[in-house]
């Protein structure tokens, strides 16, 4: 959400800043939204004035014994009151009117974010390790090859985008998850939370995904929405709250089941685990001081990549352009793993920071030791991993020869001392 009173301060920055991201001089339609408001708050406060003046005329009159002018004072606060509701009912329809049209449009981008239609201008930050070369399997064939990832079965359960796992595989995804959570909450000070995947409409608008996207999610026949990440609760958990600034920085962590749509993604990575409509993830979320944010960006993109390289996975960090971001983002890093299967880089991970987008959408504030004023947190999320996508990383490029998966080192305290997974003997 958008501050109206930073357009009213410098409508063309603001026109300036969207401009970057495809939006064309939205300021002149949101200060117009604004002046009718605002004219009809100032309509409402004279009738709120005129009605207590003559509502005291009222009581005069009648202390002089002048029923006759008491009356007529009575009748003109009467449909002074009528007109105070009507203008008080314009400001309300008003005021949503311009809040909908503010939380339509996207964030500002950050001066630093490279300009770019899509993902074609994202630049490449960093790169580690070195991909893997060779005529490797995808992971879908390494999976059915081990008998161990099943497709069909899914799709009887629930159709297409989905899978079921068995044995060593369904324990390498749960091994993943549980290594990104204890990697997170023990060395890099996250807060591990357990969170509800149901939430209601204002959570999901809080973190912008409505009303703009509502496509991509699932809705229960009762109005709950399933989570497309973790990030809508954990940011949510200081929704309406006003901190303490020196609590600051709160880093959370959650490792859930998440679940997406795809409206958009029809023909897209029809076969295998890259998209689905469930998969798990673990979350990190962070919230900030106005000063930290960036710094904060940096530290959690690092706590990401961390996980890629203790699982010795070749990966690159790209900045995105400002054609490629996500809406509620200020500036973003995706991490993307080398999946040797299809010989290119894939997202793994995106770290983004919102400044205060997210935090006034939701109201969440916080106050200086000392301070009266309060300002709007600011808020970033990121992927630590998706652990799907690290599954068919792990696969892909921990192939061998005879079809087995070599387990990465860092995931043996997991895995109960397996360190290889073979094909199932009933497959």
Same mark, same amino acid.
């Given at each position: 959400? !958008?501050?109206? /009173?930073?357009?009213?301060?410098?409508?063309?920055?603001?026109?300036?800043?969207?401009?970057?991201?495809?939006?064309?001089?939205? +300021?002149?339609?949101?200060?117009?939204?604004?002046?009718?408001?605002?004219?009809?708050?100032?309509?409402?406060?004279?009738?709120?004035?005129?009605? /207590?003046?003559?509502?005291?005329?009222?009581?005069?009159?009648?202390?002089?014994?002048?029923?006759?002018?008491?009356?007529?004072?009575?009748?003109?606060?009467? &449909?002074?009151?009528?007109?105070?509701?009507?203008?008080?009912?314009?400001?309300?329809?008003?005021?949503?009117?311009?809040?909908?049209?503010?939380?339509?449009?996207? /964030?500002?981008?950050?001066?630093?974010? @490279?300009?770019?239609?899509?993902?074609?201008?994202?630049?490449?930050?960093?790169? =580690?390790? +070195?991909?893997?070369?060779?005529?490797?399997?995808?992971?879908?064939?390494?999976?059915?090859?081990?008998?161990?990832?099943?497709?069909?079965?899914?799709?009887?359960? +629930?159709?297409?985008?989905?899978?079921?796992?068995?044995?060593?595989?369904?324990?390498?995804?749960?091994?993943?998850?549980?290594?990104?959570?204890?990697? =997170?909450?023990?060395?890099?000070?996250?807060?591990?939370?357990?969170?509800? *995947?149901?939430?209601?409409?204002?959570?999901?608008?809080?973190?912008?995904?409505?009303?703009?996207?509502?496509?991509?999610?699932?809705?229960?026949?009762?109005?709950?929405?399933?989570?497309?990440?973790?990030?809508?609760?954990?940011?949510?958990?200081?929704?309406?709250?006003?901190?303490?600034?020196?609590?600051?920085?709160?880093?959370?962590?959650?490792?859930?089941?998440?679940?997406?749509?795809?409206? &958009?993604?029809?023909?897209?990575?029809?076969?295998?685990?890259?998209?689905? !409509?469930?998969?798990?993830?673990?979350?990190? *979320?962070?919230?900030?001081?106005?000063?930290?944010?960036?710094?904060?960006?940096?530290?959690?993109?690092?706590?990401?990549?961390?996980?890629?390289?203790?699982?010795?996975?070749?990966?690159?960090?790209?900045?995105?352009?400002?054609?490629?971001?996500?809406?509620?983002?200020?500036?973003?890093?995706?991490?993307?793993?080398?999946?040797?299967?299809?010989?290119?880089?894939?997202?793994?991970?995106?770290? +983004?920071?919102?400044?205060?987008?997210?935090?006034?959408?939701?109201?969440?504030?916080?106050?200086?030791?000392?301070?009266?004023?309060?300002?709007?947190?600011?808020?970033?999320? &990121?992927?630590?991993?998706?652990?799907?996508?690290?599954?068919?990383?792990?696969?892909?490029?921990?192939?061998?020869?005879?079809?087995?998966?070599?387990?990465?080192?860092?995931? =043996? @305290?997991?895995?109960?001392?397996?360190?290889?997974?073979?094909?199932?003997?009933?497959?």
């Amino acid at each position: 959400m !958008h501050d109206i /009173n930073r357009i009213r301060r410098d409508p063309e920055g603001f026109d300036a800043a969207l401009a970057r991201r495809g939006v064309q001089t939205p +300021s002149a339609d949101l200060l117009a939204r604004d002046a009718a408001r605002r004219e009809a708050i100032a309509e409402a406060q004279a009738l709120q004035t005129k009605r /207590n003046e003559v509502s005291k005329k009222i009581g005069q009159a009648k202390g002089q014994g002048d029923e006759a002018a008491a009356a007529g004072y009575m009748a003109e606060v009467a &449909g002074l009151k009528e007109a105070l509701q009507a203008a008080e009912e314009r400001e309300r329809a008003l005021s949503e009117a311009l809040d909908a049209a503010l939380s339509a449009l996207p /964030n500002e981008p950050l001066e630093n974010v @490279p300009d770019g239609a899509d993902e074609d201008a994202n630049v490449e930050i960093r790169k =580690h390790g +070195s991909p893997v070369e060779r005529d490797v399997p995808e992971h879908f064939e390494i999976g059915e090859a081990l008998a161990q990832m099943d497709f069909d079965v899914a799709a009887k359960l +629930s159709g297409a985008r989905f899978v079921v796992l068995r044995n060593g595989l369904a324990r390498l995804e749960r091994a993943l998850g549980n290594f990104m959570l204890d990697l =997170h909450v023990q060395e890099f000070g996250y807060c591990e939370i357990v969170p509800p *995947v149901l939430v209601r409409d204002d959570a999901v608008f809080g973190t912008g995904q409505l009303p703009k996207f509502a496509e991509d999610l699932f809705r229960t026949e009762d109005g709950y929405w399933l989570t497309p990440t973790a990030e809508v609760t954990l940011t949510n958990l200081v929704r309406e709250e006003i901190l303490a600034q020196e609590k600051l920085p709160l880093r959370f962590a959650a490792l859930t089941q998440c679940f997406r749509s795809e409206a &958009g993604a029809a023909g897209r990575d029809t076969r295998g685990m890259i998209r689905q !409509h469930q998969f798990s993830k673990v979350e990190l *979320v962070s919230i900030v001081a106005a000063e930290d944010g960036e710094a904060e960006l940096e530290r959690k993109t690092q706590c990401a990549e961390t996980v890629l390289q203790k699982l010795d996975l070749p990966y690159r960090t790209m900045a995105l352009c400002t054609g490629d971001m996500g809406f509620v983002a200020r500036k973003t890093y995706d991490i993307e793993v080398w999946m040797a299967g299809q010989q290119r880089y894939r997202e793994i991970s995106s770290c +983004s920071y919102c400044g205060d987008f997210q935090g006034r959408r939701m109201n969440a504030r916080y106050r200086a030791e000392g301070e009266k004023a309060t300002k709007f947190v600011h808020t970033l999320n &990121g992927s630590g991993l998706a652990v799907g996508r690290t599954l068919v990383a792990v696969m892909e490029n921990y192939v061998q020869a005879d079809g087995s998966i070599a387990i990465p080192e860092a995931l =043996h @305290p997991y895995m109960g001392g397996m360190t290889v997974i073979s094909k199932d003997e009933d497959g």
